[in-house]
């Protein structure tokens, strides 16, 4: 099988700060890749590189045999538009929060081309249930949604298109416990059923154990460790990681 995605000696830099560096892995089909580390440790640096936000000092990034840094701005925002998807933390980044909320799943229709006002209305109804929000709320805008729900809706947005490559960062991050627990639960059914390759970036090891085949560890911009999940988790080996599962950096 060959990777959806693979990253070589990936190196970003604030002047002389590390954002991260010498950064490799391959992503397969299917897969879900989390990334874990403290705050500051590279994670947001690393996927806003791969996701085309920042542009990358130094490596290289292939995404289904195309190499993402040589392409032009227009091939990149098409492939965001049509095989990428990307959950932010907040779902305000992700949202339009001036727009109903079966526009903001609707509109993702558009862009990648649907035409028939009926069929797209129909699949952002089936969206919305399929994120546990209900039919009558298609008209809300997201403002008068709680976060659980915010989030939930930019989801949808997200894989209404069907990506093949999902990038989410902290997409628990400040919601109660209790709703993160039903947002994984969620998101992992999703991942299942979509066959979908992700890649996960968490200061939450409760996350990365649910959703995560792969767990890659970071600190100062580095890669210290990686492997399976759980392997990593229960039977870690670098000392940073060490410290991580014993919870003394967990906050
Ligand atoms: N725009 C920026 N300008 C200068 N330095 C930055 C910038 N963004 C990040 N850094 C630095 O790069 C390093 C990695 O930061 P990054 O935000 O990628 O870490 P993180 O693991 O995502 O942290 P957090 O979980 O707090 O978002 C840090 O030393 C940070 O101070």
Redesign the pocket.
Known sequence: MTPLLSVRDLERR?GA????TGVSFDLYPGEVLGIV?E???????LLSCLAGQQRPDAGHVTYDGRDVLSMSEAERRRLARTEWAHVHQHARDGLRMGVSAGANVGERLMATGHRHYGDIRAAALDWLGRVEIAADRIDDRPQAFSGGMQQRLQIARNLVTGPRLVFMDEPTGGLDVSVQARLLDLLRGLVRDMGLSVIIVT?DLAVVRLLADRLMV?TG?RVVEQGLTDQVLDDPQHAYTQLLVSSVLQV
Request: some cysteine; proline content about 0%.
């Open positions: 604030y700060r590390i954002g991260c580390g705050s500051g440790s590279g994670k947001s640096t200061h970071m911009g």
